[in-house]
């Protein structure tokens, strides 16, 4: 069974900085993308950023560029979100999503079967 697993969410002040970690186990995908999605209240979920297995490819969303990254440690089997310079914008619960999923392809929510409980990060101003 795959499961994924959130954490470093939390409040912190606009400007300031948070860590997610997505810990993953019980797949066994060759290729697999590792993508962060969010969900504002309201919102529709978006995608955020991505890193591809097989050759560490990473995708992010235009509004954080710059800002986030996106790393993987393959022998924790743990994706990370470095998120800084946050922003009131950036409120939202945050998910980590796993499967076999090109990453031309990485914001489609709906090719990701596995999913993470979600982390809330909230940027207040």
């Known amino acids: 069974e795959v499961q994924l697993v959130e954490s470093g969410g939390g409040l912190v002040q606009a400007g300031g900085s948070l860590r997610l970690s997505c810990a993953a186990s019980?797949?066994?995908?060759?290729?697999?993308?590792v993508a962060w999605f969010r969900q504002a209240p309201g919102k529709e979920r978006e995608g955020v950023s991505c890193?591809?297995?097989?050759?560490?490819?990473?995708y992010y969303a235009d509004s954080v560029k710059g800002r986030f990254t996106i790393s993987s440690d393959n022998a924790k089997n743990t994706v990370y979100l470095q998120m800084n310079s946050l922003k009131p914008e950036d409120t939202a619960v945050y998910y980590c999503?796993?499967?076999?999923?090109?990453?031309?392809?990485?914001?489609?929510?709906?090719?990701?079967?596995?999913w993470g409980q979600g982390t809330q990060v909230t940027v207040s101003s």
């Open positions: 999503a796993l499967d076999n999923v090109h990453g031309s392809s990485w914001f489609h929510d709906i090719l990701y079967d596995y």
């Open positions: 890193i591809i297995s097989t050759d560490g490819s990473t």
């Open positions: 019980g797949f066994t995908f060759d290729n697999y993308a």
